[in-house]
């Protein structure tokens, strides 16, 4: 049965009126299949058109009660059901509103609040229910405000209930108090039910009820628990801080906790203090916590306070608990994560929290390439074979398209398997002409079969300019909070961030062979331990700063994903020493050209053989398929042809050219 409930009454605790609204829908008044914005008032879809992609038809496959529910994905790529109810049509900045809804998760589940009645701007709450049982809020944009259980694959009742006028927001399971907190975005109009990417659940007996005066707290003290770094690579330094809250009228005068790390219980009083309404204080658990291997429980506990004489009337937020898990990187491993990001794109500045805050953190193992698109660091050969079609997004060893907010997961996952290889990046540099030498070492730590590749990028940090496309949009201005390592929050910057306030890092400037990698990198298998080493040369232009670059080398797998990455300024590249290869001499290549170049049907391709030799020139695009190849039986001297491009479509490809066991390629661009 749906019902709406509208009144006016008295409440005992107060002494004048307080307006009160329910609302409840377990969906039986509907038929299965009915789209469910264009038959309830009440509910709609974010982008407010009802009866189509972003609504949701009520389904009898599965239900808590009676026959009805609705059901949320699956979609490999998120949606497209997206329905909205606003609770009392404005934005609520005070009182009580308390919901509460039963789900049942088959993979992953989410819903969120939204702070203001104009979708899409600030995000008060987000709950994720994930595949494992584990759920999470994200509160005000801070991840992790709390963690918890739930029953995966059954039916459960999950119920939000909010204190806007003490900030207090908890979130129970099943009855049971998970946890409580203060949210820094405390206002609410509207809850957005979503299924993101691999997401299935269903939805039944929603139910709501607000009045706009909440009764008063006088006794209440809240324990939380601050960890600065919950996931990491084992050693990696995190602060564990105790926070005691007074969010009662009452004055806190002294209190005693228990905090527990492992197996480690560490007691902790204060006395002699004058917390009012409202204040908090932090104290130290243990600062420079070294994170072991595996998963270890952290909590705190609120024994008593003001020497027990203190009745605290929200027991639910006088323990918390975190887990921090850490994990062993395998030798000599490094991941790879590419970025698809332009100036014009105004959410794009998470991606760039992201690979500063993971580059800060993990320095030794985490490699960042910001791809951009259609600005003026847009690198064509690279875009185009990174291929992004959503911004921003990123890959993790070119895995699947993710949010770059969350790559560090993937990180964490990828960094522990075993790499196929060791790489060594070398480099010679003459400053006169800016050509750049460079040679890839491959030693393999087990057996590299024929289908393995090679590839070498360029990137370089501290990119500035000016002019058009060179001011970054930002969404964030004004909105959700985004911080940089500095303390920078993106929110209080301008819509866009001005030219001369832009700076960009890890900016992918070339990509030295096609996409996909390096054609026949291994014509046979590499035996463990055994060697080979690829050159490549690059001239860096006049504009761009080598004093700031990145050599990142990797060796892809048959399936297209990265196994291995390296990543060296050019300095320590030149330190490294450079290794001509026996089978990719670079001489070969110092004496080629092609021109002219771009072309739109024949140019002239000329090489200065020193010995006679069978040449044989192969013409690949960015994808690494072959497109063209020909033969050329014992030439001598100077060897030069007419070669016919009519055939091909516009666009980049490589040509690679072998004369005997010498080896080169040059790009080329074809323009009809």
Known sequence: MKKIILSFFTLILFSSLSFGQSFSDDFESYSAGDWLGSTAAQWTTWSGNTGGADDVRVSDEDASSGTNSIKLGPSAA????????????????SGQLNMNMMMRVKSAGYFNYQAETAIGVTWAMDLFFEANGKGSVTAGGVANTLTFDYPADEWFNVAVNVNLDANKWQVFIDGGCVGSFANPTNTIASIDIFPRGGDEFFVDDFAYTYVDAAPPITKDASATLNVTEELGLVGT????????????????????????????????????????AGESMDFDINTNFAMPEGVTTTSINILSVNGGAFDDQDQCNDAQSRDITAVVPAPNKKIVVEEATGTWCGWCPRGTVALEKLTYKYPERFIGIAVHDNDP?????YD??????????????RGAWMNPANVEGPFIENVQTSAVAKLENGAEWNADTRELKLSLTVTATEDISTGYKVNMAITEDGVTGTGNGWAQANYYSGGSDLFSLDGTNWADLPDPVP?????????????LAPFSGLPDSFTETLATDGEKTFNFTYTIPAEFDETKMHIVSMIIAPNGTINNGEAV???????????????????????????????????????????????????VDLNGRVVMMKDYAKQSGFFNIQFDGSSLNAGVYVMQITANDKFTSKRISIIK
């Open 377 to 381: 660091m847009a690198d064509t050969d």
């Open 569 to 619: 300024t050019i300095t320590e590249a030149i330190e490294n020493g450079y290794t001509v290869s026996a089978t990719h001499d670079i001489a070969l290549g110092n004496s080629t050209s092609i021109y002219p170049n771009p072309f739109s049907n024949t140019a002239t391709v000329s090489v200065n053989l020193e010995e006679t030799a069978d040449v044989n020139i192969r013409v």
């Open 384 to 397: 185009s074979g990174l291929g992004a079609t959503a911004f921003p997004n990123a890959k993790v060893d």
């Open 237 to 276: 330094k995190t602060s564990i801080i105790g926070t005691l809250a007074n969010l009662g009228t009452e004055t806190i005068t002294s209190f005693d906790v228990e905090a527990v790390i492992g197996s480690q219980t560490i007691p902790f009083s204060q006395t002699g203090i004058n917390l009012a």
């Open 499 to 511: 030219a001369n306030q832009s700076v960009y890092d890890h900016v992918a400037r070339a990509i």
């Open 78 to 93: 998120g949606g497209p059901e997206d329905v909205v109810l606003y609770f009392t049509g404005d934005k609520i900045t």
